[in-house]
């Protein structure tokens, strides 16, 4: 089954970091740009960064430069995204999407919700 | 960041009826535009690429047209399942979202 699973649910205190992972199966995990977004309902989706997982390369919106940080483990077919100094404006649901043709994501992980409150 | 411009934010319309949702770009994307629905507690689903190119899977009533700067999605028939929230989102650059529009019944 082609899919993308994250994992769970993320509570931080402001301040704090947290590290999402997206493990990906059924397709050729490392040939595809795998990107990180985030959404708060009711206001639009946000880019965070992109990572090939083939190589590890990887592109960091200018907004989080300097607070995420991309990784993956090629061999286990999951890619991690840590975010840093967390406010509670990083409260978000947070996902991992396949781009597909490097033009539009046609595979979404489930999400994972992080909250930053004190 | 190219700007994307959504309307409107919501609809109430019945069953059977045509659904229009408008998305507009703040520069010119050629055809690199993308819908999605999303549905509460889901991850957004792939309905349209390339503006008007309906990915596998997706129901024929589901329509895409435009270029340029403005493009259209079209439910033709709108069905129960329909009831969702709906998302342009260009790949001409970086990717950017319209804002969304939820479809909700009359």
């Known amino acids: 089954q082609v899919q993308l699973v994250q994992s769970g649910a993320e509570l931080r205190k402001p301040g704090a970091s947290v590290k999402i992972s997206c493990e990906g199966s059924?397709?050729?995990?490392?040939?595809?740009?795998l990107y990180w977004l985030r959404h708060v309902p009711g206001q639009r989706f946000e880019w965070l960064g992109s990572?090939?997982?083939?190589?590890?390369?990887?592109t960091v919106a200018q907004k989080f430069q300097g607070r995420v940080t991309m990784t993956r483990e090629a061999l286990i077919n999951t890619a991690y995204l840590e975010l840093s100094h967390l406010t509670p404006d990083d409260t978000a649901v947070y996902y991992c999407?396949?781009?597909?043709?490097?033009?539009?994501?046609?595979?979404w992980g489930q999400g994972t919700q992080v909250t930053v409150s004190s | 960041d190219i700007e994307m411009t959504q309307s409107p934010s919501s609809v109430s319309a019945s069953m059977g009826d045509r659904v229009t949702i408008t998305c507009r770009a703040g520069?010119?994307?050629?055809?690199?535009l993308n819908w999605y629905q999303q549905k509460l507690g889901e991850p957004p689903r792939l309905l349209i690429h390339?503006?008007?190119t309906l990915e596998r899977g997706v129901p024929p009533r589901f329509s895409g047209s435009g270029s340029g700067t403005e493009f259209t999605l079209t439910i033709n028939g709108l069905q129960p399942d329909d009831l969702a929230t709906y998302f342009c989102?260009?790949?001409?650059?970086?990717?950017?979202f319209g804002g969304g529009t939820k479809v909700e019944l009359k």
């Open positions: 999407a396949r781009y597909a043709e490097v033009n539009w994501f046609d595979l």
């Open positions: 059924g397709y050729s995990f490392t040939t595809s740009y």
């Open positions: 990572i090939v997982p083939g190589n590890g390369v990887t």
């Open positions: 520069v010119y994307i050629s055809s690199n």
């Open positions: 390339g503006a008007s």
């Open positions: 989102q260009q790949s001409f650059s970086y990717p950017t």
